[in-house]
């Protein structure tokens, strides 16, 4: 059997056998993401013809190890509907649809640490357990660097870390970076209560800022705040607020002072920090002086990357160019909780409606995420 036949096999049989009578017992009213406009089919609107000329690259794109599937199904704390039948294959055809070339995919919500408490609303509430963090990310790690095998020049990878296991971060580091040759880092926004300033994480910060690397972050749910409101998921407030929390921790711990080669990308066009008071203060009430400012926050946000899953919006997306520009701002699908086709559309009609220049769109589309690989040393 070819590799890649072998890739898709494992995907799409695992997950058959784990999501048999599944769906019923976990409801998709309890499933969905709620990650913005997209997910399933493709949206009904006119798509250009020189979309597939595109050459996109997206930065938010999920996979789906099977120790991970096999794990989070066992505990009835999976989004089964995004996942069923999912194969690397059906992701190409999704890319292919919107003219992405390129997708940087990692494993999303809840993560693989589950000691303190789930981070997404498909477990029952309180729901934890113990589960062998470091085997997991080796799983997602191994089957990620097949996937690159197998779709030559179609995916990258953010390789998962076994936080708050330092020590086993480390060597995961080195393993994931320079034996499997993935492409950065990917986390969740907090690790059970701990946030990315956490001063016991700093050993892992110093060796990626040494290496320069990528960290893509995506949101969960703090076990403080996970059902703070009875009927309202996570995806509602949460994980904007979870975005808005790490960044908070990381620049106010003294981390983004102390590691500034980490090149960090937030997920959800940055989360709800932009309408914090966090910043309020420092945007002040002329939009025309903003862009000089040079204060120690708003320059430590300018550097960092927000992609458009979620985001693609005008109101958003404005805020975005307003306060740190769009040079900033590269594509996010979400896929396959969100449609890559959707969010191109998207960006055209941002553009059609004067919100975003030609040239704008196409560094989302492409051209910014090229400098930003660019800029770790890698080759898009």
């Known amino acids: 059997m070819k590799r890649r036949e072998f890739l898709a096999g494992v995907a799409a049989a695992g997950a058959g056998a784990m999501f048999t009578g599944s769906l019923a017992a976990q409801g998709q009213g309890r499933g969905g993401r709620g990650g913005g406009r997209g997910g399933g089919n493709a949206p009904e609107r006119p798509v250009p013809a020189d979309i597939k000329n595109t050459r996109g690259i997206d930065v938010h794109h999920h996979?789906?190890?099977?120790?991970?599937?096999?794990?989070?199904?066992?505990?009835?704390a999976l989004n089964v509907g995004p996942w069923m039948g999912w194969t690397?294959?059906?992701?190409?055809?999704?890319?292919?649809?919107?003219?992405?070339?390129k997708s940087y995919s990692s494993i999303t919500?809840?993560?693989?640490?589950?000691?303190?408490?789930?981070?997404?609303?498909?477990?029952?509430?309180?729901?934890?357990?113990?589960?062998?963090?470091?085997?997991?990310?080796?799983?997602?790690?191994?089957?990620?660097a097949k996937m690159k095998q197998d779709f030559p020049g179609r995916f990258g990878i953010w390789a998962s870390i076994p936080l708050p296991d330092?020590?086993?971060?480390?060597?995961?580091?080195?393993?994931?970076?320079?034996?499997?040759?993935?492409?950065?880092?990917?986390?969740?926004?907090?690790?059970?209560?701990?946030?990315?300033?956490?001063?016991?994480?700093?050993?892992?910060?110093?060796?990626l800022n040494r290496r320069n690397a990528i960290v893509y972050t995506h949101p969960g749910a703090?076990?403080?705040?996970?059902?703070?409101?009875?009927?309202?998921?996570?995806?509602?407030?949460?994980?904007?607020?979870?975005?808005?929390?790490t960044i908070v921790s990381w620049i106010n711990s003294g981390c983004a002072d102390r590691y500034p080669n980490i090149k960090w990308i937030f997920s959800h066009g940055g989360g709800s920090i932009w309408s914090a008071r966090y910043i309020g203060g420092e945007i002040g009430t002329d939009p025309k002086a903003l862009p000089g400012k040079q204060t120690r926050l708003i320059s430590h946000l300018k550097k960092y990357y927000y992609d458009t899953a979620a985001t693609s919006n005008?109101?958003?997306?404005?805020?975005?160019?307003?306060?740190?520009?769009?040079?900033?701002f590269v594509l996010g699908s979400d896929n396959p909780y969100g449609e890559p086709l959707t969010y191109l559309l998207d960006l055209r009609e941002l553009q059609a409606s004067g919100v975003i220049t030609e040239q704008e769109r196409k560094g989302v589309e492409r051209e910014n995420a090229a400098r930003l690989l660019a800029s770790a040393g890698q080759r898009t």
């Open 63 to 76: 996979y789906a190890p099977p120790l991970w599937l096999k794990v989070l199904a066992e505990q009835k």
């Open 88 to 101: 690397p294959a059906k992701a190409v055809e999704a890319m292919d649809r919107a003219g992405v070339q």
């Open 109 to 144: 919500v809840p993560g693989i640490y589950f000691a303190e408490g789930f981070g997404n609303q498909q477990a029952p509430p309180g729901a934890k357990f113990k589960n062998d963090v470091p085997a997991m990310a080796r799983d997602a790690n191994d089957f990620g």
């Open 166 to 207: 330092v020590d086993a971060s480390l060597k995961e580091i080195t393993y994931a970076l320079d034996t499997l040759k993935l492409d950065g880092i990917g986390t969740l926004t907090s690790i059970g209560t701990k946030y990315m300033g956490d001063k016991s994480f700093e050993p892992v910060w110093a060796e």
């Open 222 to 245: 703090s076990p403080c705040c996970l059902y703070a409101l009875p009927g309202v998921g996570p995806t509602t407030l949460e994980y904007s607020h979870d975005t808005a929390r």
């Open 314 to 328: 005008f109101m958003q997306v404005n805020n975005l160019k307003t306060i740190v520009g769009l040079s900033q």
